[in-house]
T-cell receptor
């Protein structure tokens, strides 16, 4: 069962920051927040994950609210290649990954 | 980078055929998984394995079996393919000893059963 809520679609102008929200109000203390994206006809690609602190890597930043009930994935300078479906997942790892329908992000030239 | 390779990108089989989908990972991961992805249903876990010769049922194991004879290889078997098994099949792997290790996916096999 997906335990997250994401908007079904979003647009972002090329070169601007894309901020993708996710609500996970029932997250438990031992669950991490993971983000994946899936470009058409490819497998999901891991982006980033975190527990309660903000995280940053070469692809994106993850901002988790203090109460951990929501998070935001930030793509700092969106390009056309960032057009994809983005999945937010809360999980304890192992086999406990449940992918919902995600947010379809379209980067507009 | 982790590489998870699925042997076929596209496959067309007939109803009743026995179908083998192969997956190989090159990062010595203990955990391997098979999912299927269908429009509007997201990804659903079919089977997973935490070690060689070990297998566990996921959420939708009916009509499928798996084989894990070597650590790097995890095979999904459709004993008698049916049209409702037409889908995108995704293999993934992760590290067992790292808690909260993320999944790393292959590029999928799009299977059509006619």
């Amino acid at each position: 069962d997906a335990k997250t809520t994401q908007p079904p679609s979003m647009d972002c102008a090329e070169g601007r920051a894309a901020n993708l929200p996710c609500n996970h109000s029932t997250i438990s203390g031992n669950e991490y927040v993971y983000w994946y994206r899936q470009i058409h006809s490819q497998g999901p690609q891991y982006i980033i994950h975190g527990l309660k602190n903000n995280e940053t890597n070469e692809m994106a930043s993850l901002i988790i609210t203090e109460d951990r009930k929501s998070s935001t994935l930030i793509l700092p300078h969106a390009t056309l290649r960032d057009t994809a479906v983005y999945y937010c997942i809360v999980s304890r790892g192992g086999n406990q990954f449940y992918f919902g329908t995600g947010t379809s992000l379209t980067v507009i030239p | 980078d982790v590489k998870v390779t699925q042997s076929s990108r596209y496959l067309v089989k007939r109803t009743g055929e026995k179908v083998f989908l192969e997956c190989v990972q090159d990062m010595d991961h203990e955990n391997m998984f098979w999912y299927r992805q269908d429009p509007g249903l997201g990804l659903r876990l079919i089977y997973f394995s935490y070690d060689v010769k070990m297998k566990e049922k996921g959420d939708i194991p009916e009509g499928y079996s798996v084989s894990r004879e070597k650590k790097e290889r995890f095979s999904l078997i459709l004993e008698s393919a049916s049209t409702n098994q037409t889908s995108m099949y995704l293999c993934a792997s992760s590290i067992k000893i790292v808690l909260y290790s993320p999944l790393h996916f292959g590029n999928g096999t799009r299977l059509t059963v006619t």
